[in-house]
């Protein structure tokens, strides 16, 4: 696909309310060579995420304990952060410093690989639908337009199976390389911001 054969370029964005001043480095994956890959995986780790999250509900129910984390807005925080304020009668600010840059490889392959292995198997234990089917869209600049389980996809359909879909992230995070300069770099270590998966790769 001609819209897609270009390596993403980095940038970095300073970041003025730090002293010093410090960067945030970004990729720019909007039409580089893996933004289908990795847009797909984004939508398929959402309904991970989702899955993941009924099961944590679940379990709280019998021992009380929340295991889920993750938010979709930033509104918990805001919220958190008011009754802070309040209880302390102080004005407080908080950041988060390094999120992306302090993923490995091998830990995030170890901690999906685990989490999709586990959500795979309550939905076969279950014998609901295991196979993720994603949707193409017909605006120009979005790709797919979602995921969704499916017992038996179309013959056309692009779906992802358990282990495909550990493979797929495997060969994402191993095949991330961007241009600066006239040089190509590849991303070794950590996950760079700006590509579409990244995301859902840093909460799960």
């Given at each position: 696909h001609d819209d897609f054969?270009?390596?993403p370029l980095i940038y970095m964005t300073p970041k003025f309310h730090k002293d010093p001043v410090k960067f945030r480095f970004i990729v720019a994956s909007n039409d580089c060579s893996n933004k289908p890959l990795s847009n797909a995986i984004s939508k398929s780790l959402k309904r991970i995420r989702i899955d993941r999250k009924y099961a944590c509900e679940i379990s709280q129910k019998f021992d009380g304990v929340n295991k889920y984390?993750?938010?979709?807005?930033?509104?918990?925080i805001i919220d958190c952060i008011v009754r802070l304020n309040?209880?302390?009668a102080m004005k407080s600010t908080f950041d988060f410093t390094n999120l992306y840059t302090s993923l490995p490889h091998n830990d995030i392959i170890h901690s999906l690989s685990a989490m999709i292995t586990d959500v795979f198997a309550r939905r076969n234990k279950k014998g609901k639908a295991d196979k993720l089917?994603?949707?193409?869209?017909?605006?120009?600049n979005i790709i797919w337009t979602k995921a969704n389980w499916v017992y038996k996809p179309k013959a056309s359909t692009f779906?992802?199976?358990?282990?495909?879909?550990?493979?797929?992230i495997k060969?994402?995070?191993?095949?991330?390389?961007?241009?600066?300069g006239n040089k190509v770099f590849q991303q070794k270590e950590?996950?760079?911001?700006?590509?579409?998966?990244?995301?859902?790769i840093a909460n799960l």
């Open positions: 054969s270009k390596l984390w993750i938010i979709d807005s930033s509104q918990p309040e209880k302390h089917a994603l949707y193409t869209s017909k605006k120009d779906y992802f199976t358990k282990e495909s879909l550990i493979n797929s060969m994402q995070l191993d095949s991330t390389y961007f241009v600066f950590r996950i760079p911001m700006g590509t579409d998966d990244g995301p859902e």
